[in-house]
């Protein structure tokens, strides 16, 4: 093999090596593309995620409170009940003294 065939043929090796990492990276940036449609679409989704959190977050807020209110309303209705259950152990002990003293005077006469 002459001087003039070797350079042709590096040539030819080189010109198909450069056209094969040309076609790669062409299949490669054909595949792995974002198009507009496609960035707009992501762009949506992440605009309906935040506006999902926020709704998330403001539901956790609502019940929380809701939450603090009925417990509230809970330990206010048991103080109540309690109140009530002392009112009336103290009026049946009144009225349990009052049937003695009545029995008491019944019989005393």
Known sequence: MNRVKFIIATAIVLFIAFCVGWFANWLIHRFTRVSKSDMGEL??????LHEAEETRDQAITYLQQREAELTNQLAQAEAELSATMDGLREARHEAEELRAYIERTNAAR
């Open 43 to 48: 762009e949506k989704m992440a605009q309906e």
